[in-house]
Nanobody, 118 residues
Framework: QVQLVESGGGSVQAGGSLRLSCAAS????????MGWFRQAPGKEREFVAA??????????YYADSVQGRFAISRYNALNTVYLQMNSLKPEDTAVYYC?????????WGKGTLVTVSS
């Protein structure tokens, strides 16, 4: 089983930056597809960014709302995926969840809160 732990959330002003981290358990991290989702109060959970596993060549995907501002990356040696968030906007305020997918199974972290004030 895969366990995921997010960190790096906090409160920043609009225009600021923040980097989220997600540490995963296991010895086959490189084969996992990793992603970030977020859920704002009163809204549905939405996709933010993802990076494929080794079998996909670590292909990158981004939601239109964060394209050009956010960047997902992974450091396999530390079983960690990152989400670099720049030019943050108040509408980015949400609980951010780390996810993993392999062999048809999905795993989720507990989330980390990001608050962006104007």
């Amino acid at each position: 089983q895969v366990q995921l732990v997010e960190s790096g959330g906090g409160s920043v002003q609009a225009g600021g930056s923040l980097r989220l981290s997600c540490a995963a358990s296991g010895r086959t991290f490189s084969t996992l597809a990793m992603g970030w989702f977020r859920q704002a109060p009163g809204k549905e959970r939405e996709f933010v960014a993802a990076v494929g596993g080794s079998g996909t060549g670590y292909k990158l995907y981004y939601a239109d709302s964060v394209q050009g501002r956010f960047a997902i990356s992974r450091y396999n040696a530390l079983n960690t995926v990152y989400l670099q968030m720049n030019s943050l906007k108040p509408e980015d305020t949400a609980v951010y969840y780390c996810s993993a997918r392999r062999n048809g199974m999905d795993y989720w972290g507990k989330g980390t809160l990001v608050t962006v004030s104007s």
